[in-house]
Structure formats: structure tokens, C-alpha cells
């Protein structure tokens, strides 16, 4: 088994604490006397830096959300002079302002060390040749990877986002062994590949790594088919730092969070309760070493669990579980919470569609509806209408069966539902609230 860092990848739980409680102290102190949103709030729930004193007072401090990133647009959120700040990226939000992430030198260099160790785990080394095609520009994706794959001194290819035919052919000429993209992006660029005639012989791909979007356990298996290679999962998220937060080892039972730089918890989404490990709730991150955009108690609204248990890759870093969707674009239907992944679990596991879909929620006589659109694929598209009337009546009961509600399921067209370059849109929700 192979570690980029090895001393905290594989520190004993109570050197962890001992490392993180310190480095939760420091910037307790650095937030509360340099940005003024954290010394009101703290001082609204009379809390003062001196009453931090290690890991267990974390819970005393109060959470920051998306929307004091935006209160504060574009800078009021920074912990230190813009003479200090070398890099500004910011999220690609779909309401209201972007929020606004400024990196340090030192910031920098952390980001380069997460994605160092998550590319090592990802079975990346020096003679690995990366093919990043995350967006670059403002999205943190594409820069994230860049940087962590320079930093273990293996080869990048700045390929970027979209471009779909010249990122095959640059795959096939350049030999890249490692592909970096949305899983849903790699999904088609398979199809592509058996479109442009690209035999998986042709290339010398190994790996992936994907992320920005939820995606199933069966959508990996489904990539791994496609591509021939092992897909790993990819966490992060603008605010915290970028692609590296936490990422899949070749155990491929959850991802390791590199704590000593982001501290996870779990919570009740509603009662704002910690929920003990184990436990599916809302994930939390507090960052401990940033100095650009310290964030304390940040809510991700993305649904995961936790688990503390060393792994049998060697790492001791706390593991957290796939992120099964999000608690604030969770569709609520009928009272039902419903995910998308959840859908397309189901719709993997049957494997006779292929892998697109969308969910179109609508609301008729003051009843929601739901129907799932999905892609036939090219084999089963002659078939006699009775074959295909079968099939949809097959995924309607699999998904009253996971789901626990009624939904309508349409077979379409192969290529008729939009294909995306970045993350996918996979919900169209027409109801009027």
C-alpha cells in the first residue's frame, strides 16, 4: 500500500485529537479577531477564544452557512489582507451571489498536499500521465487536481472541460493513465469512444478520478466496465478547499477525510444535533489549518455518515460514506425525501436502460407526481413495444419498491436526454411552492 504522507494518513486516533485540537485553537483565535462574523456570532452564543480549549469544545462553537458567505460578498468572510490572498475561485451556486473562496500561498500548498495524498490512493505516482477535464477557471476542479498531480511530480494534461472528441483523441495519443472528470462526464466519454470506434485497447487509461456530483455504487461499476479501469470517488467542495477533502482508498469502503486539516461531524439537518458515528445526517466541516477562508461548523447539506474504525488500507483517517444526495435539494415528494442516486441505483441495477435519466416532479390537482425519464439503450431501441412496456413496468416497481411511492417511468429515445460536460442535471422540478 502506497501513502503520499504516511505520518498523519496513519497517526493513532489520539495524536489526531492532539493535532487537531491545537490547530482548532489557533483558529478560533485568528477568526474571532479577524472577521467580524465569527466575533458576532461568538459573542452572540458568549462564547470567547479562551473557552476553547480542545477538540471536545468544538460543539460550542455556532455553524456558518452558504448564506453568510453570501451576507459577506465578496470578501467579508477573509481572515487576511487581500495582500496576502494569490488565488480567488468561486462556486458555481444556481441562486443568489457566488460564494467567494480566497486562498493564501500557504492555502495553496495545502491544497496541493490533499490532492497529493487522494491522487497516491488513487494508485497515482510519478510516471502517472493525468488528464484533467474538471472545468478550469473559477470552479475549483480543474486547478485542485492540477496542482496535486504537479506537486507528486507525475505528468498533467490541462485538457479542461468539454471538447468531447478531442479529449479521446488527446487520451489515445498522449497515453493519459488517469482520468480526472464528473463521473457522469466519464460515462460519456465511454459512449463517445464506442461512437468514434475507440477500442479500450487503444489506450492506456488505469484510473479515474471523479467527483462534484453524487453518483452511485453501481455507476462506478458501470464506469469501471466501460472504461476499464477503477474509479475512485473524489470529495470536496469550494468552501473547504476543492477536490481533496476526502477521498477513496483501493478498499473502496468509504472515503478518508484528511482531518488533520478538515474536521468532519454529522447532524441532525433540522435539530442541528451531533449524530453519534454511524449515522447518516448532514455533513460539517470545520477547516484548521486555512488561513485565507477559515470556515468553523460549515453545513455542506450533503448526506453522509461516519466511521472511525482504522481501514484495512493501513489509513487511521476517519472514513465518511458516499454522499447519498443533499439535504437542501432533496426532492420531498409526497412526504418521501427522495434522492436522485437513489433512482439511479435502481435503474443500475436492473442494467437493461442506459445509464441517463431524469426525474420531472410536477404537482396535478394538489398531488405530486413523479416520472422518470429514461434512456433505452441501443440494443433494446427495436425492440417490440411489448418488451419495452415490460422493462418500464420492471423499473416502476423497483422504485416503489426502494422509494416507497408510486412513479411513472418512460423509456425514450437513445440521446435524447441532454448530456453534460460538467455535473448532471438530473431533476426538473415544475412545482410551484
Sequence with gaps: MQYWNSTYECMSRDEMTEVQSKRLIDTIKRVYHNVPLYRSKMQKARIEPGDIKSLEDLKKLPYTNKQDLRDTYPYGMFAVPMSKIVRIHASSGTTGKQT??????????IWSEVVARSLYSAGANKESIVQVAYGYGLFTGGLGIHYGVEKIGASVIPASGGNTKRQLQIMKDFGTTILACTPSYALYLAEEMEEMGIDRSELRLMAGIFGAEPWSSNMRKKIEAQLGITATDIYGLSEIIGPGVSIDCPCKCGLHVQEDHFIPEIINPETEEILPPGTNGELVFTTITKEGLPLVRYRTHDISSLNYEKCQCGRTLVRMSKVTGRSDDMLIIRGVNVFPSQVEHVLLEVGETAPHYLLIVDRIDNLDVLEICVEMSQNMFSDEVKKVEDLEDKIKKEVESTLGINANVK??????????????????DKRKF
Design 100 to 109: 467567494v473562496v480566497g486562498y493564501t500561498r500557504g492555502d495553496l500548498d
Design 411 to 428: 423509456l425514450v429515445e437513445p440521446k435524447t436526454i441532454e448530456r453534460s460536460e460538467g455535473k448532471a442535471n438530473r431533476v426538473v
